[in-house]
């Protein structure tokens, strides 16, 4: 996989096969899935210029074989990456999350106190996995701005919401509110620091590539099938639209690899280097274009292949179910509206 010319050469050193092989199956349990997700972090290295083909590749990699594992894998190793980042020393053999998002009527406020220390309190929305995970990243509003905590989820004044979670797509990935009442927390960064590095528009491409890599496991259900049946002409379109589909969201990735690979020494920590792209629009652009990609395939692989897959086989029933709602967290019409607001304000295009 990831094999365009536009490729960085790092990423040939990822034997994606033993990263699939490795990565579990629908039915896995969470800690066994946060297993994989520890053992990957021992030989993947932190995403970063230089980095990139191959964090990328092993992020598809691990979609590929199963998309909830991915789920699991790309938070734990986007935290770690964080904290390096920010020079926070990670504790042994612990878990992570990362719990950015924000929701209507839901607000998390980080206070002093007495002794100067930092309290959480209020309530965080999709929270994934929190009840499994030793720890996460937390933004909380400080004033008029959001800062990043590290925060122990085994401590008192943390309840999991899990029971909340009812969906189909991932089951086992519960990502429901958490509470949290005066729980203690380490600042990461300053306030604004998380949303305004390039690091935060790669960890986005990042997902990406666990979008592509599920429906590169489609794409090969599709390829089977059509193999049984060499004599289908509506088979080998299907296939072959697919491999067009593939194709671009992995010319996506791979330029997206390229830029941040190419990117000047040091970037994380100069947002503002003259230098470097516009990272908001390169991660839109790709995430965007991966998701088109991605939606493409999965409708036209269910509608070819038919229901005997998806009433059958607990390995494909599940990849389309989760697939079908991880890539939801590109938010569409409002996200290629956000493309557009930035070249009108910034440009960025050639044309």
Same mark, same amino acid.
Request: no cysteine; charged share 25%.
């Given at each position: 996989m990831l094999r365009s010319p536009a490729w960085p050469p790092s990423a040939a050193a990822v034997r994606t096969a033993d990263v699939e092989a490795s990565a579990?199956?629908?039915?896995?349990?969470?800690s066994e899935r946060l297993t994989v997700a520890r053992t990957l972090a021992s030989t993947t290295p932190l995403l970063t210029s230089g980095t990139a083909g191959a964090v990328l590749a092993t992020l598809a990699a691990v979609a590929a074989a199963d998309v909830a594992t991915a789920r699991t894998v790309e938070p734990h190793l986007d935290a770690l990456g964080i904290l390096a980042q920010a020079g926070v020393?990670?504790?042994?053999?612990?878990?992570?999350?990362?719990?950015?998002?924000?929701?209507? &009527?839901? *607000? !998390?406020?980080?206070?002093?106190?007495?002794?100067? &220390?930092? *309290? !959480?309190?209020?309530?965080?929305?999709?929270c994934s996995l929190a009840s499994s995970l030793s720890h996460a990243l937390v933004t909380a509003h400080v004033g008029d701005e959001r800062?990043?905590?590290?925060?122990?989820?085994?401590?008192p004044g943390v309840t999991v919401h899990d029971e909340s979670w009812v969906a189909r797509g991932m089951p086992d990935v519960p990502s429901g509110p958490v509470e949290l009442d005066g729980v203690a927390a380490e600042p990461v960064g300053d306030p604004g620091w998380y949303l305004t590095r390039p690091g935060f528009a790669w960890g986005g491409i990042g997902v990406a590539a666990c979008w592509w890599g599920g429906a590169v496991g489609l794409a090969r259900l599709l390829r089977a099938t059509a193999a049984a049946r060499p004599s289908s002409e509506l088979l080998q379109e299907a296939l072959g639209a697919t491999v067009l589909d593939l194709a671009d969201a992995e010319d996506a990735l791979a330029t997206a690899a390229a830029r941040i690979d190419g990117s000047a020494h040091g970037a994380d920590t100069d947002p503002g280097a003259d230098t470097d792209p516009?990272?908001?629009?390169?991660?839109?652009?790709?995430?965007?274009?991966?998701?088109?990609?991605?939606?493409a395939v999965l409708q036209r692989v269910v509608s070819t292949v038919g229901?005997?897959?998806?009433?059958?086989?607990?390995?494909v029933a599940a990849r389309v179910a989760d697939l079908g709602l991880y890539v939801l967290q590109d938010h569409g019409a409002r996200d290629t509206a956000r493309v557009g607001r930035i070249v009108l304000e910034r440009g960025g295009v050639a044309w």
């Open positions: 579990g199956r629908p039915g896995t349990t969470p020393p990670v504790p042994d053999d612990s878990t992570w999350g990362v719990f950015a998002a924000e929701a209507p &009527g839901l *607000r !998390l406020e980080a206070t002093r106190d007495s002794s100067g &220390g930092v *309290r !959480l309190h209020g309530v965080k929305p999709w800062q990043l905590f590290a925060v122990d989820l085994r401590q516009d990272w908001s629009l390169l991660a839109q652009v790709t995430r965007s274009r991966v998701r088109r990609a991605v939606d229901p005997a897959p998806l009433t059958r086989d607990v390995e």
